[in-house]
Nanobody, 125 residues
Framework: QVQLVESGGGVVQAGGSLRLSCAASERSFTPLAMAWFRQAPGKEIESVAA????????YFADSVKGRFTISRDNDKKMVVLQMNSARPEDTASYYC??????????????????WGQGSQVTVSS
């Protein structure tokens, strides 16, 4: 059973930075595309960022372009979301996801097979 373990959520002031990490626990599993999604209270889940298997391609939602970066370490089966210049509207539960079939950086939730447990990020104004 593949598990994605997230860490790094918390409270940050507007304009500040926060780093979210997510690692796959299963040794025999090779995560292809990896991504972050978020869901704010009362809203639908939305894509935030994604990265291709070899890290050569990335995707960012318009709302986070220029502020967030995504990176991965395939040896550690880990993906990292670096959130800079945080805004109150970034407040949400953040979920990492990985695909066992898609290697491209996709912003579609349907491309992903495994999901993390969610990490709360709160940006105070």
């Amino acid at each position: 059973q593949v598990q994605l373990v997230e860490s790094g959520g918390g409270v940050v002031q507007a304009g500040g930075s926060l780093r979210l990490s997510c690692a796959a626990s299963e040794r025999s599993f090779t995560p292809l595309a990896m991504a972050w999604f978020r869901q704010a209270p009362g809203k639908e889940i939305e894509s935030v960022a994604a990265i291709s298997w070899m890290g050569s391609n990335t995707y960012f939602a318009d709302s986070v372009k220029g502020r967030f970066t995504i990176s991965r370490d395939n040896d550690k089966k880990m993906v990292v979301l670096q959130m800079n210049s945080a805004r109150p509207e970034d407040t949400a539960s953040y979920y990492c996801a990985t695909s066992q079939t898609t290697s491209n950086a996709s912003g579609s939730a349907r491309a992903y097979d495994y999901w993390g447990q969610g990490s709360q990020v709160t940006v105070s104004s």
